[in-house]
């Protein structure tokens, strides 16, 4: 099983700022990662496929890049809406498995 | 867009059997080159790959469940259903059904979640 490893696990950030996220793959996944927003009592939502494509619906705001084993998750701008916790997923190798997750909260 | 809605008990006795029901609407599984699976999240916790099927038959699942996931399918009622067997405390969690991209593992459509607790 691919362990995937997200830092940090909080961050406290200010709305307008740019917001960078980790994910590491315990073995390589190519380019085969996704991302995920969960706010609070919701499901959650793909925003990245492919390590850098965003889903259908996802503001320009959100990007992704990285390949193998390192991939990163960025918002340029922090907006209110953007609070939530963000998962990574490799979606290379069965079991498909996910981060534990970066909690996004306001400063 | 593919709607789905997950449905079943919200309360299941320990170690009897957890059984869901994945409605879907929008789009038929008896002709979808997707998967459909389910995932699960423990309060407060992350989210862990249960299985996926495949409108041909196929069905895949997490080892970490020892054997006690199954699905299957009603393609008269465009449903796919989880049964999960001798369940503990440490299979409650919120329950989703979602839609599995053709072309690889990512997620792209889910339904709303339903919260299983198992407790005596």
């Known amino acids: 099983e691919i362990v995937m490893t997200q830092s940090p696990a909080t961050l406290s950030v200010s709305p307008g700022e740019r917001v960078t996220l980790s994910c590491r793959a315990s073995q390589s996944v190519s380019s085969n990662l996704a991302w995920y927003q969960q706010r609070p009592g919701q499901a959650p939502r793909l925003l990245i496929y492919?390590?850098?494509t965003r889903a259908t619906g996802t503001p320009t705001r959100f990007s992704g890049s990285g390949s193998e084993t390192e991939f990163t998750f960025t918002i340029s701008s922090l907006q209110s809406d953007d609070f939530a916790v963000y998962y990574c997923?490799?979606?290379?190798?069965?079991?498909?498995?996910f981060g534990q997750g970066t909690k996004v909260e306001i400063k | 867009q593919p709607q789905l809605q997950e449905s079943g008990p919200g309360l299941v006795k320990p170690p009897e059997t957890l059984s869901l029901t994945c409605t879907v609407s929008g789009a038929s599984i008896s002709n979808s080159p997707d998967y459909w699976a389910w995932i699960r999240q423990p309060p407060g916790k992350g989210l862990e790959w249960i299985g996926s099927?495949?409108?041909?038959?196929?069905?895949f699942y997490n080892p970490s469940l020892r054997g006690r996931a199954t699905i299957s399918v009603d393609m008269s009622k465009n449903q796919f259903s989880l049964k999960v067997s001798s369940v503990t405390a440490a299979d409650t969690a919120v329950y989703y059904c979602a839609r599995r991209h053709r072309f690889d593992g990512r997620f792209d459509f889910w339904g709303q979640g339903t919260l299983v607790t198992v407790s005596s």
């Open positions: 099927m495949y409108y041909t038959g196929t069905f």
């Open positions: 492919g390590a850098s």
């Open positions: 997923q490799q979606c290379n190798y069965r079991p498909w498995t």
